[in-house]
């Protein structure tokens, strides 16, 4: 089982719907949760990070963390097509010494 | 604020020829420091990290290399390219003294080997 599994995609939904983007995890000890943004051509930017267990807003984007189902989320609501990016989760033990572990990313198209 | 800086952007070269791909970190002192490759459909592969000046951690074994001459200053060097390693290269910095380990991507090399 890989550490951290996340749909490829392409996910395509038309502007204005609600995405939910996800990602399932095999290790117990992840405490710290993160997602990043990448469109084509371009390095990750950090978009959210969260804690533990539970919801984090941050306009549009909310994230969510179930540890008890190895599973987070990413809800982007009132979809634009300026949100067309690929996204990665990522996570890690929040040790210091510890390296983080990304998902392969999701590619997202919102259509116009 | 922090920000990172890659160059060149893009990268043309022949099989067999060197390679020095640079990155510096500005705003922070004493970051952790990480090279990764993305190639498509493979997501991102740790190819090498560092806590300090000199000091180099090798993730997977292969014909490249890296240092860290400066604080804020890691270098990705090879003596002869491959085929194999085309592919986008991405710098990242974390900060040590943070338990989330958060790391933050410079804009890439895009390496394109002939």
């Known amino acids: 089982q890989k550490e951290v599994e996340q749909d490829p995609g392409p996910l395509s939904v038309p502007e204005g719907a609600i995405v939910s983007l996800n990602c399932t995890y095999s290790n117990s000890a992840f405490q710290y949760f993160m997602w990043y943004r990448q469109y084509s051509r371009k390095g990750p930017e950090l978009l959210m990070y969260?804690?533990?267990?539970g919801n984090k807003e941050d306009g549009r984007f909310t994230a969510q963390v179930d540890k008890s189902s190895k599973y987070i989320s990413l809800f982007i609501r009132d979809s634009q097509p300026s949100d067309s990016a690929t996204y990665l989760c990522a996570m890690s033990a929040g040790n210091r010494d510890d390296k983080i572990i990304f998902g392969k990313g999701t590619r997202l198209h919102i259509l116009p | 604020s922090q920000t990172i800086h890659q160059w060149p952007a893009t990268l043309v070269q022949p099989v067999g020829s060197p390679l020095s791909l640079e990155c510096t970190v500005e705003g922070t002192s004493n970051p952790n420091l990480y090279w990764y490759r993305q190639a498509a459909g493979r997501g991102l592969q740790l190819l090498f990290y560092s806590v300090g000046i000199g000091q180099i951690s090798s993730e997977v074994p292969q014909n490249l290399s890296a240092s860290r001459p400066q604080d804020r200053q890691f270098i990705l060097s090879s003596k002869k390219l491959l085929l194999s390693d085309s592919g986008f290269y991405l710098c990242?910095?974390?900060?040590?003294?943070?338990?989330?380990?958060?790391?933050?991507f410079g804009p890439g090399t895009r390496l394109t080997v002939l």
């Open positions: 969260t804690y533990s267990s």
């Open positions: 990242a910095w974390s900060d040590p003294l943070q338990s989330t380990d958060t790391q933050y």
